[in-house]
Each structure stands twice: as C-alpha cells, then as structure tokens.
C-alpha cells in the first residue's frame, strides 16, 4: 500500500509563492515590534499538560493535542485514566508558555518585558477557511505594566504593523471584563453565573439579541434579568465611541462600574486616537467577551470588514502568571491572526514590495565546464548588484519551463547555449 501524499487533515503544506509572502510579513512584523522595543523570545511546542489543562483557556483545552508518555512510563495495560498516559500537550497558543517562561525566567528579564513571540500552535479543531489545525500566531506581550501604558503600547504597535502590511479602515474593538460583569450584576445576574451568561453573549455576532435572549431563557435565567441585560446593549447599539460608551454605563450603572474602569477607557482611547499611523477606527463594544477565562481587565480584537470575522485580539492577565509562583504580575498581550492576514494578502494577488528583480539563467545541457564558469560568475554579480539570481538547466519543453518559472516571480530570462 502506497505511502499517503496529502498533509494530515487541518494541516497544509506551503508552496513557495505563499512561503515568500509569510517571510515578507513575519520581517515586517518584526522590524515593527522591535521598534517598539519588543525582544523575541522562543517557547517549545509541548508543555506539561497540567499547565495547558488549568482552566484559563477557556474552549480551547477541549482541542488539546495530547502527548503520550513514552518508554517504560507509558503502560496501557496498568492505566486507569488519562494521567497515566498522558504527561505532555502541544501548545494551544503562545500566552500560557509565556507565562510559564516568565515565571521560570523572571530573575534574567527586566521590567516591564516587552516579549514578542512567533510560533505553531496546534488545535484539534474542525478546519475551515483560514482555520487550520496548526498554525501560526504572533504575539506581543508586556509584563510587569500595571497602567494602561500597556494597552496603549499594544493597540498602537499592532495598528501599526497592519497598516504597514498594508490594510485599511479595519477595526480595534475595546472592551472592559470589569464593564462585563458591572452590566450583569446591575441586570441581576450572580457571580456565580457570569461565566454562563458571558458565554451566551459572546454569540451575540452570529444568533443576534433574540437568539442570546431565548439560550438565556432555555438556561433558566430570569426573564426580568434577561430584558433588562439585553436592554443595555440595545440602548448602546449608537454609542460606538469609546468615551460616549463608558460615560453613558458609567450614569446607568451607578455604583456597579468602578470610576477607575470608565477613566482608564478613556484615557486608552485619547492616546491611541491622537498616536495613529494607520487607518483604523476604534471601538466600544460591550458585547466583546473574548474566550479565554485568563482576562481580567481590558479586552480587544481586530475587525476586517473583508474577512468577516476576527483577524487577532488580546487583553489584560493580571492572574496567569500567579498560577505559577504565587505572586500575580501585571500582564497584557495582543496576537495578531497571522494565518487570516496571510489569506487575505494571497486571495487579493499581493505582490511583495521592492522585491529583488528575479531572473533565471537556462544553461543548455552539454554546456561545458570552462563556460558554465564564466556563467556562474555572472551569476554572482548580478546578486552583488541585488538580483534574485536562479541557475538551472533548461528542459526540452522551454515554454513550459518558463511558464512555470514566471508563476514563481521571475521576471527574465537569460539563455546560455553551446555554440
């Protein structure tokens, strides 16, 4: 039986056309963000599954791709549970190793640190277009920032790599966990409910007020909780402005909303509205949830109109990296949506900005040896002089050769021939 051909199912190979796109953009990524003063950093792929499986990760743990023990130590006979099999986990995103890494490197690392990281994540989820089941993410984080410099920081960088990658009039929508849960206690939701009812809410984009209105009914939720809840967000619906937004919830909400919460709202929004370098707007959004259970303060997401869903988000994690040592250390972080943007760049022919001229070199076969010298350095010049330079035989079927050259890029073609 013939080996399989095809990348596992959620997975892809990358041809060069698109490998050379994902450079461009991982290089203007990182150029960006190192002049913001964020440092690369580098996780492994496997953490121990106890640090992956510790509730923060919202849905995402149930997509875990789980690693066998290994050796002796793996014993299917003996095993009773998934403990006794199961030691490692590949990671699910990059912002639990972070931690874990900060937490065991702390002492080596100044503060705050401005980390940047660009790796595979992997998922069990169900592929569908721009989702995969490995992928890549790339996040920046500051640690140690407890003001809202950090989000600043972040929202202005990220604004300004996707500007720079060449998108417009997309969307940063803001939100606040604190604002949340203010919005549901005063609606008469318990503590104890948040997460249910945040959950529900967070479909608000795909079933609509009336769809979130009857779930929270099937949930057993209160009808009088459910209007009145639901009624905030409708009376909201033309307060797109941040300041507008959280000064109106700030007057309804009374003693619910922490003044600290509205100020620091604003104060994010004055300064990433007066620092922009890119065509953007930003947003209030009350319905934004994000799905990670590790937020705890300010929450946001990229919206592109010609994707239709979220191309990246982030938010405040003053408690993950108290999970590991015990002190909680002021954390925030932003993750662009790396593989949508790669989608959206390719789907709309993108060409690679003041690329180096390509040009192919077809030496007919029998060229001799005190020739094919002289070609090869013509060759090096040209790429002293900043040419993309490929040397290659040339085939029987030239106009087929050359067809499928120019797909990749080159421009020109130089012919060598034995005469």
């Not at 892809?12 to 150029?31: C, F, H, Q």
């Amino acid at each position: 039986m013939a080996l399989s051909k095809k990348p596992v199912n959620g997975m892809k190979d990358i041809l060069p056309a698109e490998m050379e796109i994902r450079d461009y953009v991982t290089s203007v990524i990182k150029d960006t963000y190192r002049s913001f003063g964020f440092t690369p950093i580098e996780t492994p792929c496997m953490e121990n599954i106890a640090n992956l499986s510790s509730k923060q990760g919202g849905e995402n743990e149930k997509l875990i791709f789980k690693v066998l023990k290994r050796g002796e130590k793996l014993n299917l006979e003996t095993a009773k549970e998934e403990a006794d099999v199961v030691d490692f986990g590949m990671r699910y995103d990059l912002t639990v190793p972070l931690s874990r890494f900060y937490s065991n490197n702390a002492n080596n690392l100044p503060t705050p640190f401005k980390a940047l990281q660009i790796g595979s994540v992997w998922r069990a989820d169900r592929p569908q277009r721009g989702r995969y089941r490995q992928f890549t993410q790339c996040d920046i984080d500051i640690l140690g920032e407890p003001s809202n410099l950090a989000e600043i920081e972040l929202i202005t960088a990220t604004t300004t790599t996707i500007g720079r990658l060449g998108f417009k009039n997309f969307e940063i929508r803001i939100n606040e966990r604190r604002i949340l849960k203010a919005m549901a206690a005063y609606s008469g939701f318990t503590e104890d409910q948040y997460d249910s009812v945040f959950i529900t809410l967070d479909k608000m984009d795909k079933i609509g007020v009336d769809g979130v209105a009857e779930e929270l009914e099937k949930d057993g939720y209160a009808k009088e909780s459910i209007d009145k809840y639901l009624g905030l967000f409708k009376l909201l619906e033309d307060k797109k402005d941040v300041a507008e937004g959280v000064a109106f919830l700030a007057d309804t909400l009374g003693e619910y909303l922490d003044p600290e919460v509205v100020n620091n709202m604003k104060e994010i929004a004055a300064a990433v509205n007066a620092t922009k370098a890119a065509e953007f707007t930003l947003v209030f959004d009350p319905t934004l949830v994000r799905g990670m259970s590790y937020y705890t303060g300010t929450i946001f997401e990229i919206a592109m109109p010609e994707l239709g869903a979220a191309c990246g988000g982030g938010g405040r994690y003053d408690k993950m990296i108290g999970k590991f040592t015990g002190n909680d250390v002021p954390a925030c972080g932003f993750s662009i949506g790396f593989e949508r943007i790669i989608l959206l760049l390719m789907e709309n022919g993108f060409k690679i900005p003041e690329s180096p001229k390509k040009v192919a070199y077809l030496v007919e076969k029998g060229y001799p040896a005190d020739k094919l010298v002289e070609v090869m350095k013509q060759a090096k010049e040209a790429r002293e002089n900043g040419q993309q330079v490929l040397v290659v035989r040339m085939n029987k079927n030239k106009k087929f050769q050359k067809e499928q050259l120019n797909k990749e890029g080159y421009e020109e073609f130089v012919e060598f021939f034995n005469r």
